[in-house]
């Protein structure tokens, strides 16, 4: 492993350890649940009637991402997640791969375009 490697690794384990932990107590303190661990026992049905009117779909300008996670996650029911949109989008830019540089074709493979 490089030594960017190194840092970028404990960079994100800080982020998980200071950030992340730190909102899932605060969401546990809260009781607010992302996604069911196990079935209710006491619905006969998980089919419920939408009651809002508010859009439900909604689309992400990928241009000004940070932007539209805080605006989405500000409003829900833990609204601290909005605080960490700047921090997943620097760690999204710095882990992105990169493209690879096409190799030249061997002349000895025929290419179709």
């Given at each position: 492993?490089?030594?960017?490697?190194?840092?970028?690794?404990?960079?994100?384990?800080?982020?998980?350890?200071?950030?992340?932990?730190?909102?899932?107590?605060?969401?546990?303190?809260?009781g607010?649940?992302?996604?069911?661990?196990?079935?209710?026992?006491?619905?006969?049905?998980?089919y419920?009637?939408?009651?809002?009117?508010?859009?439900?779909?909604?689309?992400?300008?990928?241009?000004?991402?940070?932007?539209?996670?805080?605006?989405?996650?500000?409003?829900?029911?833990?609204?601290?997640?909005?605080?960490?949109?700047?921090?997943?989008?620097?760690?999204?830019?710095?882990?992105?791969?990169?493209?690879?540089?096409?190799?030249?074709?061997?002349p000895?493979?025929?290419?179709?375009?």
């Amino acid at each position: 492993m490089s030594e960017n490697s190194e840092q970028i690794e404990k960079q994100l384990s800080d982020f998980y350890r200071e950030r992340i932990v730190t909102l899932s107590e605060l969401a546990r303190e809260r009781g607010v649940e992302f996604f069911p661990l196990g079935s209710d026992k006491t619905l006969e049905s998980y089919y419920t009637e939408r009651q809002d009117e508010a859009d439900y779909i909604h689309e992400i300008d990928s241009t000004n991402l940070a932007e539209e996670l805080r605006s989405l996650w500000s409003n829900g029911d833990l609204p601290e997640l909005a605080e960490i949109a700047d921090e997943l989008i620097n760690f999204a830019t710095l882990l992105q791969e990169k493209e690879s540089e096409p190799e030249d074709v061997s002349p000895f493979i025929y290419a179709m375009f």
